[in-house]
Nanobody, 124 residues
Framework: QVQLVESGGGLVQPGGSLRLSCAAS????????MGWFRQAPGQERRHVGT????????AYADSVKGRFTISRDIAKRTVYLQMNSLKPEDTAVYYC?????????????????WGQGTQVTVSS
């Protein structure tokens, strides 16, 4: 059974930090990429960043570059999204996704498996 379970969301003040986790099971990790996406209220879901599982190579959306960092723990089959210098506009439901190939990037259809999402709210 394929499962992607996100955790770590919550309420944080502007300028604060959060780390999201995504634990995966039931999947083969030999050749894939893991992505993070977010959906703000009334907006479409958008790409945040991606990590290629085998090499750890990362790519980010311009809106989060320099503030967010994606990493992975191969043994735990877990991917992380470290979010620093958070802004109110980062408020959204954050989703992790398992890519169908190591070249998956921002195209959502390249990710056949998705987590349930975790809410991040940035507010004072």
């Amino acid at each position: 059974q394929v499962q992607l379970v996100e955790s770590g969301g919550g309420l944080v003040q502007p300028g604060g930090s959060l780390r999201l986790s995504c634990a995966a099971s039931g999947l083969t990790f030999s050749s894939t990429a893991m992505g993070w996406f977010r959906q703000a209220p009334g907006q479409e879901r958008r790409h945040v960043g991606t990590i290629r599982w085998s090499t750890g190579t990362t790519a980010y959306a311009d809106s989060v570059k320099g503030r967010f960092t994606i990493s992975r723990d191969i043994a735990k089959r877990t991917v992380y999204l470290q979010m620093n210098s958070l802004k109110p506009e980062d408020t959204a439901v954050y989703y992790c996704a398992f890519g169908s190939s190591p070249w998956a990037l921002s195209t959502q259809s390249d990710y056949p498996y998705w987590g349930q999402g975790t809410q991040v709210t940035v507010s004072s």
